[in-house]
């Protein structure tokens, strides 16, 4: 996460320097190195920020794998993520990131990848606001991809059967074997132990493989 102090002395999310963020991931990768003594190989930025100079620095410190990508976000500035923070700067465009890994530079960045987290088509497009939403992907992709999508959310509230049907919807998509979803430290618990639940039903119908990214890289490419 970029946070810093603003003039009023509080903290906020500060993405608008874009040197700071990158000084900030040097020396997160300074860290990692002196506590566990290795390099850290898989990294998410905060704030599901992201830009072509944090990836390239992400390599330059060592990095394999990103995993910020969150597959049809809009782009949102962080004073609406944090208002009355002072907050700055913009959460990038996600609507075109592709479903699966990928190398976003192989020539200047061998083996690094790109490994966006898992989204499922919409499918209420009886609501006005999917119809909006359907055509801003369509602009903001060239019409590569028509259909909004949402987010594969451990911690959010679904009805069981709902979430287990998206879950499969996601599963299903030809572009990759499987998913990758972020559980997050501030979420609903009984919704992570709820996601998980339904992910073990799944389990009984189809064989379902936890793995580290490099491993999950190696599955989706081959």
Same mark, same amino acid.
């Given at each position: 996460?970029?946070?810093?102090?603003?003039?009023?002395?509080?903290?906020?999310?500060?993405?608008?320097?874009?040197?700071? *963020?990158?000084?900030? *991931?040097?020396?997160? $990768?300074? !860290? $990692?190195?002196?506590? $566990?003594?290795?390099?850290?190989?898989?990294?998410? #930025?905060?704030?599901?920020?992201? !830009?072509?100079?944090?990836?390239? %620095?992400?390599?330059?410190?060592?990095?394999?794998?990103?995993?910020?990508?969150?597959?049809?976000?809009?782009?949102?500035?962080?004073?609406?993520?944090?208002?009355?923070?002072?907050?700055?700067?913009?959460?990038?465009?996600?609507?075109?990131?592709?479903?699966?890994?990928?190398?976003?530079?192989?020539?200047?960045?061998?083996? &690094?990848?790109?490994?966006?987290?898992? !989204?499922?088509?919409?499918?209420?497009?009886?609501?006005?606001? #999917?119809?909006?939403? !359907?055509?801003?992907?369509? *602009?903001?992709?060239?019409?590569?991809?028509?259909?909004?999508?949402?987010?594969? %959310?451990?911690?959010?509230?679904?009805?069981?059967?709902?979430?287990?049907?998206?879950?499969?919807?996601?599963?299903? /998509?030809?572009?990759?074997?499987? &998913?990758? $979803?972020?559980?997050?430290?501030?979420?609903?618990?009984?919704?992570?132990?709820?996601?998980?639940?339904?992910?073990? /039903?799944?389990?009984?119908? %189809?064989?379902?493989? &936890?793995?580290?990214?490099?491993?999950?890289?190696?599955?989706?490419?081959?």
């Amino acid at each position: 996460h970029a946070n810093d102090r603003g003039p009023d002395g509080r903290w906020r999310a500060n993405y608008a320097d874009e040197e700071a *963020v990158l000084r900030n *991931v040097d020396d997160a $990768f300074a !860290s $990692f190195q002196e506590v $566990f003594g290795r390099t850290c190989r898989s990294v998410r #930025m905060g704030d599901m920020w992201t !830009s072509k100079a944090c990836l390239r %620095r992400l390599y330059e410190c060592g990095a394999l794998y990103d995993l910020t990508l969150e597959s049809g976000r809009r782009p949102r500035s962080f004073a609406s993520v944090y208002p009355g923070t002072g907050s700055k700067g913009w959460r990038p465009s996600m609507v075109g990131a592709p479903l699966a890994p990928y190398q976003p530079d192989r020539k200047d960045m061998p083996g &690094f990848w790109v490994a966006p987290l898992a !989204s499922y088509p919409r499918s209420d497009f009886h609501n006005p606001r #999917m119809l909006l939403l !359907s055509a801003y992907s369509g *602009v903001a992709t060239g019409f590569r991809r028509r259909r909004a999508r949402q987010m594969l %959310r451990p911690q959010d509230y679904y009805p069981r059967e709902t979430r287990k049907a998206w879950i499969e919807a996601a599963l299903a /998509e030809g572009e990759q074997p499987g &998913f990758c $979803f972020a559980i997050r430290n501030f979420g609903d618990a009984a919704q992570i132990e709820q996601f998980l639940d339904v992910l073990m /039903e799944i389990a009984k119908e %189809r064989p379902l493989k &936890f793995c580290a990214p490099a491993d999950y890289i190696s599955l989706a490419t081959a």
